[in-house]
């Protein structure tokens, strides 16, 4: 028996599917009581950027992963062994498929939705943390669109072989993912440059130093 949130998330014996208003809500909710607890000393802008920190983080999982609920998990060695075999290793593999598949049918839907939809799935995260900690540079963000991708591949194949939702696991996904932050990144780090006027170090002028009097 299927239950159905009326923003669209679906619950059945065996999964949860969470839409993307509800992931609004969700998210939203989550930043309010991280408010109440630690946030409330921020400053109005790091608020902003944290609430829609919160929200995207969200979104994100609620497009990328599927609640299985843990009397439906089935794992077997044969399952677990297709899975690991089902991964594409082999850099812009599927990037190449789907663009060939695309000219051939003439339609493009798949490069927006696969290529285009992953390029841009982690730019937010690129621009909002970023925000919040303007120390960051690119070697520090680079690493956290890897490990970012990394964990949300990570979560889809460990719930593949639980036996959920079968998604694809993708080595294009990580490259497409994390350049898409670090496309992102560069861009604010430009506009920080162009925009941004750094206040000049005033030297403080020596004064000249008296000589004393000889008695």
């Given at each position: 028996m299927n239950f159905t949130t009326?923003?669209?998330?679906v619950a059945n014996e065996t999964f949860l599917y969470v839409s993307e208003g509800d992931a609004v809500l969700v998210g939203f909710a989550a930043y309010l009581i991280c408010y109440f607890a630690f946030f409330r000393r921020k400053r109005p802008f790091e608020k902003v950027c944290l609430a829609l920190l919160f929200v995207y983080a969200s979104l994100a999982l609620s497009m990328t992963q599927t609640i299985l609920f843990p009397w439906a998990i089935q794992?077997?060695?044969?399952?677990?062994?297709?899975h690991l075999q089902n991964i594409q290793w082999v850099p812009f593999a599927s990037v190449s498929q789907v663009f060939h598949f695309s000219f051939v049918y003439n339609d493009y839907y798949p490069i927006l939705k696969l290529v285009v939809g992953n390029f841009v799935a982690l730019m937010p995260l690129g621009i909002l943390v970023p925000l919040l900690r303007k120390q960051m540079r690119l070697p520090s963000v680079s690493l956290m669109a890897l490990l970012t991708s990394v964990s949300l591949e990570g979560l889809q194949l460990l719930t593949n072989i639980l036996g959920g939702r079968v998604r694809a696991v993708e080595l294009d996904d990580v490259i497409l993912n994390a350049a898409?932050?670090?496309?992102?990144?560069?861009v604010l780090a430009g506009c920080r440059r162009l925009f941004v006027v750094e206040p000049v170090k005033r030297t403080a002028a020596k004064r000249p130093k008296r000589r004393r009097a000889k008695r």
């Open positions: 009326p923003l669209g998330s794992v077997s060695a044969q399952a677990t062994a297709e898409g932050c670090i496309v992102a990144y560069l």
